[in-house]
């Protein structure tokens, strides 16, 4: 039987784990969209990897108080490959689809990237953090379907030389620049990474490519450019195909 599952930050839960409520919006879903009642049975995640099972004690209005009878095994357990994929900033719901689909495929983080070709451009930082929030909804609704209890964090965005420098300068090894151009076959890049592989950071450009400046930029910080193949991808299929081929050679996609 399919989980009935809604999000709870871990602050919702009383300090001894034995109740937790249940915003606004999950308790409004649990009354009227769900049509549960006191004494109903679901799940609840915190986002941070943890499941609990919970019957439903008070739905009010604004809120829905739920009694914590059991910590659980998330519905759908995580990759081993922590994945962060750093994308450029893509206009209209091209980023919504990504984030959906890279939470489905189990990514871990999401970075948006202003390159210099990027088909979008942030107003100001309230722009930026009014998409942020978007994002980390889509996020936390597309683990809430496909069974994961972690939601991928969507960072604020970042310049390209500042990821570069960021990625470069801490304790991933592995990052792979995706271009249409100057890199080598992901299958010969295999050959030099280690089977059992834990951390990823993956860089994929805008609709616009790659400026020259940029991959030497990348290929100078340590970054290996990686060429998917002959035909030219959109960015957003870029993005998936690199998340879900990622997974399939270190994560869980088998």
Known sequence: MTR?????PSGAFTSNFESVTLAS????????V????????????????????CRVEESRRNDARLEVMAEVSP??????????LAVALLKGEKFDLVVQKATELGVS??????????????????????????????????????????????????SFESLIETASSGRELVRLMFSERD??????IRKTIPANLSSLTALIGSEGGW?????????EAGWAIVTLGGRTLRAETAAIAVAVLLQHLWGDLS
């Open 183 to 188: 890199g080598q076959s992901l299958t010969e």
């Open 109 to 158: 983080s999401i970075v948006p990237v202003a390159t210099r070709h990027a088909d979008l451009r942030l107003r100001d930082d309230s722009d930026a953090a009014k998409r942020i929030a978007r994002w980390q909804r889509i996020a936390l609704e597309a683990a809430k379907q496909s069974g994961r209890a972690v939601v991928p964090h969507v960072s604020m965005p970042a």
């Open 34 to 53: 769900l049509r549960l009642k006191p004494g109903d049975e679901v799940y609840v995640f915190d986002g941070e990897g943890k499941e609990f099972h």
């Open 4 to 8: 009935r599952r809604f999000y709870a």
């Open 211 to 219: 400026a020259d400046e940029e991959i030497s930029e990348a290929r």
């Open 25 to 32: 919006e999950e308790a409004r879903h649990l009354r009227d």
């Open 75 to 84: 519905a759908r357990q995580e990759s081993p490959l922590s994945l962060t």
